[in-house]
Every structure is written in structure tokens, then in C-alpha cells.
């Protein structure tokens, strides 16, 4: 196993080709969206998984632990069971529809999606209530040259207290003379400061208090320090991560319980998209005065996170009842139109065609 692990690191983008190249080739396996789906979407979802492995290698790639900032204080592979979850979902889907029929396979995909729910709650909670990046399957490391306090890792009294020039000339090339230099006087001040300061061997001894290397304290955030020290902005930010979160799983229900036609689904999920966005836009805006110290800040992955967010919504055209009512209709008429002309009417078909079959699967248009 860890032969396979060195060459998914050492040969990364060669492994990233082949991931695209055979998730791509999926799609044009025969049958695909047939009433016989079974085999093609297995291999789909073995597919998935294993590249699901691969990226989890390569995002855990040993790095200089003193250097790094470490993202969970867990070491369960949330984020490789999520992926893989999501890879299977569709599977179950299929096979469920298939022996269970069209009504009773709502009942697992419920659970898929309470477990998928699951997961990234208890991931949420584990890594100090960080934005969740591309539904968990992303680790959010955070760049602890940032000068500003991010809900997820907040340097303590105690812990990393180098220059932010310091910190960005670690990370650049940690081993070169002058690194190693700076690490030994960053060492000495650390070694220091335990001799005068009593209380930071406390600090690093409590609960929820993570220390990679001796130099480095890191406290986790909790409910109480996050809503006591951001005040009404941590609570809108937990709240509108807890809805994205929750979101699928409140479609769902609702699904199972009104069917796919009715349009209460589609509203309460939209709403619910809706409300959980303006909240974490209201966390996150920008504002001055006394209330400045308190404005959360967003990290540039996570300001692409909430804008990823946001072109999801593009699937609600995607789900019924509105694409049955609208969107079906655009698309029949467009490939009419296309249809007369040579390769291009060939091409719009058979786009039309995968774009029917996927919309009759909820797990591909769930946006979750």
C-alpha cells in the first residue's frame, strides 16, 4: 500500500489524466440511462471511488508538521467518506429503483443523504467549524500567514507568533540555510517563553488544544467561544453552514413525502438555499467601527466556496417540476431547430439524450 501511495504522489498529474480521461468515458457506456443501468453504473462508481482514494493520498502528502497548520483534530478520513458516499449514491439510487420501484427508492436515497449529513456535520464540528469546501470532500487548510482570525484555527497566546514574512518564507522553502536558521531561533523564543510564561504549557494541555510540534499551539474553536467572541455574525455563519448542509436532506424528506410533481420541494429547498446564503453573507460582510473586530473573514477558498455555491443554483432549473414544466420543452426545441445541420444536429442530440437520462436521477442533480 504505501509502494501505490509514493507513485500516486511522485506521478499526480498523470493520475489526474487518467481519473478524467476514464470518468469521461463513463458517460458513453452503453446503456447508461437504460431501464438496465446496474453495470455501467457500478463501474461509474468504482471509478469514483478510486479516484476518490487517489485525491485523498495526495491532499495527505507528509509535509513538515512545524509548518503546517493542521485542519482536523481527528484523524477519521471524513472528506474520503464523503467522496466515496457520493460515488455510490447513484448506484443505490439504481439499484433501489430496480427492485424496490420508483416510490420506495426515495427511502434509501433518505439515507444516503442523512448519512452524507452525518458526516459533514461531524466533520464541521471537528475541524472548528470551518467552511466546508466542496461539501467536505476538500480539506480547508488554512494559510497561517493570514493576519486575520478565521473561525476555524485561532492562534492562541501561546502558539505561532511569527511575522507573517516569516511564515510565508517557511512555506516557500522551509530547508534552505536561512530557514533552518529562523527555525532555530523560532525554537529558541518558543523554549523561552515555557520558561517564563508557565501558563502556555497549560494552554497546550487542554482539551481541544492541538500541538503538531513543540512549537505550535493551536486552539479549536467551540459553539460558545465562536458566538461569545463574533457574536450575532458566528451565529449567522453557523447557520447558513448548517443549512447548506442540511439542505439535501430537507429536499428529500419533502420529496418522499409530496413526490417528485409537486413544486413544495423545489420552494422550501430554494428557500432554504436562499436563507442559509444570506446568512453567511451577512456574516461576512464587510463592515466598520467597534463591530469591525467581529466581522468573520473568509479565506480565498472559502470566498470561491460560497460563489461555487451559487452557480448550484443553476440546477433548479434542472429538477422537477420545473424541468419538466420549462426546461424540457427549451431543450426539444432547440434540438429541433439543430437538428437539419450536418454533425452539429448529431452532436445537440445526443447531448439532449444525456441530459434527459441524468435529470432522471436525483443524485446527479442534487447539488449536495
Known amino acids: 500500500m504505501e509502494a501505490y501511495k509514493n507513485w500516486v504522489r511522485q506521478n499526480k498529474d498523470y493520475v489526474h489524466s487518467l481519473e478524467s480521461l476514464a470518468n469521461g468515458l463513463t458517460w458513453l457506456l452503453p446503456e447508461r440511462f437504460s431501464a438496465s443501468e446496474i453495470g455501467p453504473e457500478a463501474v461509474t462508481s468504482i471509478l469514483g471511488i478510486l479516484t476518490a482514494i487517489n485525491e485523498y493520498i495526495i491532499e495527505t502528502t507528509p509535509t513538515p508538521t512545524q509548518w503546517r497548520l493542521p485542519t482536523s483534530s481527528s484523524s477519521f478520513p471524513f472528506s474520503l467518506c464523503i467522496s466515496a458516499l457520493k460515488e455510490v449514491e447513484t448506484l443505490v439510487e439504481v439499484v433501489a429503483q430496480q427492485l424496490y420501484g420508483d416510490d420506495k427508492k426515495w427511502n434509501f436515497i433518505l439515507v444516503t443523504e442523512a448519512s452524507k449529513a452525518l458526516l459533514r456535520l461531524a466533520l464541521f464540528r471537528d475541524t472548528g467549524y470551518k467552511m466546508l469546501l466542496h461539501g467536505g470532500e476538500t480539506p480547508n487548510i488554512e494559510n497561517p500567514s493570514n493576519p486575520h482570525n478565521h473561525l476555524g484555527d485561532l492562534a492562541k497566546p501561546g502558539g505561532d507568533q511569527r511575522p507573517a514574512y516569516l511564515n510565508n518564507h517557511y512555506e516557500q522553502n522551509p530547508w534552505n540555510r536561512e530557514g533552518k536558521a529562523l527555525a532555530a531561533l523560532n525554537r529558541f523564543g518558543e523554549n523561552a517563553r515555557m520558561v517564563y510564561d508557565p501558563t502556555w504549557l497549560r494552554r497546550t494541555q487542554q482539551p481541544g488544544a492541538i500541538t503538531d510540534s513543540p512549537n505550535l ?40 413525502k409530496y413526490g417528485t410533481r409537486s413544486w413544495i420541494p423545489w420552494f422550501i429547498s430554494l428557500a432554504v438555499d436562499l436563507v442559509g446564503s444570506s446568512a453567511s453573507s451577512l456574516a461576512t460582510k464587510s463592515k466598520e467601527g467597534t463591530n469591525a473586530q467581529k466581522e468573520v473573514h473568509l479565506s480565498v477558498a472559502e470566498k470561491d466556496e460560497l460563489r461555487r455555491r451559487k452557480v448550484l443554483w443553476a440546477l433548479y432549473i434542472m429538477r422537477d417540476p420545473f424541468f419538466c414544466t420549462y426546461t424540457r420543452r427549451r431543450l426539444e426545441s432547440t434540438q429541433k431547430v439543430l437538428e437539419p445541420i450536418p454533425v452539429i444536429g448529431l452532436l445537440t442530440e445526443k447531448l439532449v439524450e444525456l441530459i434527459f437520462g441524468a435529470q432522471t436521477r436525483y443524485t446527479y442533480m442534487s447539488g449536495s
Open 217 to 256: 499551539a493551536i486552539e479549536r474553536q467551540t459553539l460558545s467561544s465562536i458566538l461569545y467572541e463574533k457574536g450575532l455574525r458566528g451565529g449567522l455563519f453557523l447557520m447558513g453552514e448548517t443549512l447548506f448542509i442540511l439542505r439535501p436532506l430537507i429536499y428529500v424528506l419533502f420529496i418522499r
